[in-house]
C-alpha cells in the first residue's frame, strides 16, 4: 500500500524507549543533545519580534512564489553584511532548510539519480533524499588534526554523474568550515561537469575561534551553486519557518534555474505572508540572539574542554556549530556507551553512527544546553566513561 519512499525501520529504537521510561518515571534527563534554541533558556528580544509580527500581520493574499521582494531584499542585506553582493532575483523563500533541499532535489535529479552528501554528515540527508526518491551517496570527510575532504575519493565519484554536491559549512557534527583548498577543488572537479554544489550554511553564523569566519565560500562562487540558510539557526527562530536558496553561478545558469525553481515553489506556496513581511526586522533582531548562543557555545566548549583534558576522552579540534564530537574509548560500542549513560548517569548523548561515523568510538553532544545542565551533564558522563574498565 505504501511507497518505497517511506520504507524506515519505524520501530522505536532503544535509547527511545530506555528516555521515554525515564520520563515516564519523572527522573530528570540531562539532554545534552538538545538542539533547540527556543528551549536553552536564550533571551529573545520578545517584545520587538511581536511588534514586528503584528505589524506584518495582513488580512491580503498577493503571493509570490519567489518570496516577497521586501523580504528577498532583506536576504540580500543579510549577504551584503558579509560583504557579498547578492541579487534579490536569486533568492528563493522556503518555509525551511529541508524544504530548500526537497526543491533542489526536484530541481536536479530524477528518480534513482544520485547526490554526493559528508560523511560523517548530518542525520536527515538520508531521508530527505528517499523522500524525492533520490539517492544520497556518501563522501567521507577524514579527522587528520582538522576535518577535511577525502579528495581522491570525491575525484571518482564526480564521474559518476551525480546530480549535486552537498557541503554544510560548518558541517554538522564534525564543525569544520569548507577550507578555501577544498572549496577551490570542489569548483574544479565540479564545474565542467556541470554538477552544482549545494552548500548548506545554517550554522555560517557560529564560528568557535574567535570572531572571524575566515573564508566565505558565496563570494568565491561563479560556478553553479545553491546557497541555504534560514532564521532557524541564524535567528535562533526555527518556529518562523523561514529559510531560503541563493542561486550563484554564471547568468545563463541563473537564468535557467530561476523560473524552474519558481515553478517548485509555486505549486507548494508554503511560506507564511508575515514572517516574510516582517523578515527585515527579524534579521536586524537576529544579532542579539546570535550574540547569546555564541556566547554559551563558546562557553560550554571551554568548559568541556577543561573536564575532558588528560582523560581518556578526547574533544575534537572544532571551528563552527552547535555540536562537539567527543572520542571514547572504544571498550564498549557506542550505543552501548549511550545506554549506559541513559541508565545509569541519566545522561542522553548520540551515539556517532547516528551521524554516520564509520567506526566506533565517537559521542556527539551539542553545546547549547544551560552551562548547569551542560557542566553536570558532562562531569557524569566522564565519571561513567572513565570508571569503566
Ligand atoms: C546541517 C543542517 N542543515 C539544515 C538543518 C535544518 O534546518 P531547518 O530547521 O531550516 O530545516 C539542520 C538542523 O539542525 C542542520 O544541522
Redesign the pocket.
Known sequence: MFSDRVDFDLQKNQLTQVLEQKREQGTEVIDLTL?NPTQAGIRYPEEELKEALNESCSFHYAPDPRGLRKAREAVAQYYADRSCSVDPEDILLTS???EAYAFLFKLLANPGESVLIPRPG?P?FDYLAAMESVRGVPYTLHFDERWVIDLQELQEQVTQDPRALLV?SPN?PTGSFVSKADWTEIAELCSPRSIPVIC?E??FDYPLNGTSRGFDPVAHSDFPSFFLN?L??TAGL?QLKL?WILIRGPENFRESVRPRLELISDTFLSVQTSVQEALGRILELAPQVQRQILERIRMNLSTLRSIVANTSVDCLRLEGGWNAVLRIPRTLGDEEWVTALLEEVNVLAHPGYFYDFPGEGFLIISLLPPPDDFNRGVESMLDLISHRP
Open positions: 538542539s525551511s532548510t529541508s548530518y536527515l554544510v554538522n548548506d545554517v550554522f534560514g532557524s539557526k526555527p529559510s
